[in-house]
Each structure stands twice: as structure tokens, then as C-alpha cells.
């Protein structure tokens, strides 16, 4: 079974930086896109940035110039580093792959979620 491990939230103070991190384990034979999504209290979960196994990004437009995604396709790892934070970026960020499996099976995966909180 495919699993995502998020690591860096936490709660940072306006205009601060965050890095996040997620790592794909087992059964993993390729990995197509990976994202982060967020979801705050009240509100649905949506996406933030999502990048290609090529290096093709895409943002939503409130983070663009802020959260810059990037990956390690040796590590199965994928980053959000977040600058510029605002308190309207509170929320669980979850990671998300595309992922092909050793059986050859393509399915969609989610880590278990990380809270960043944006507070003085």
C-alpha cells in the first residue's frame, strides 16, 4: 500500500516561511502528478499546487509569488516552500500523487494532512 508522510507545518507568524515535505513509500513504480491541497475549518479542501513528473507547475492565484512547489522524483518527495504567509493560509495542507504501483495499477493517494497555522 502507497503511503504519503507529510512533514514541516506548523504555526509560523504573518509574512514568515514554512517548508513542507512529502515522501511516497511502497509499491511504487512511477509517480505522474503530485500536489498539495488545503482545507480550512468551514470550507472545502482546494488545490494550492500541483506539478507534473516533468517539472510543470501550476498554482492557485492567491499563492502565486508566494509557495513555489518543486520535487525529487529519486525520492518520491514533493515540497512546498511557503513565503509570505497570511493568516487566510491557515489550514490542513494535504499532499496528493498520482501513482502507478509495482502492479501496474494507477490510483490517486493522500497523506494524512498537516496544520499550518498563520497567527501573531
Request: a positive charge; charged letters at 15%; glycine letters at 10%.
Amino acid at each position: 500500500q502507497v503511503q504519503l508522510v507529510e512533514s514541516g507545518g506548523g504555526l509560523v507568524q504573518p509574512g514568515g516561511s514554512l517548508r513542507l515535505s512529502c515522501a511516497a513509500s511502497r509499491s511504487i513504480f512511477s509517480i505522474n502528478v503530485m500536489g498539495w491541497y488545503r482545507q480550512a475549518p468551514g470550507k472545502q479542501r482546494e488545490l494550492v499546487a500541483v506539478i507534473t513528473s516533468g517539472g510543470t507547475t501550476n498554482y492557485v492565484r492567491s499563492v502565486k509569488g508566494r509557495f513555489t512547489i518543486s520535487r525529487d522524483n529519486a525520492k518520491n518527495t514533493v515540497y512546498l516552500q511557503m513565503s509570505s504567509l497570511k493568516p487566510e493560509d491557515t489550514a490542513v495542507y494535504y499532499c496528493y500523487a498520482d501513482v502507478i504501483t509495482t502492479t501496474h495499477t494507477l490510483a490517486g493517494y493522500w497523506g494524512q494532512g498537516t496544520q499550518v497555522t498563520v497567527s501573531s
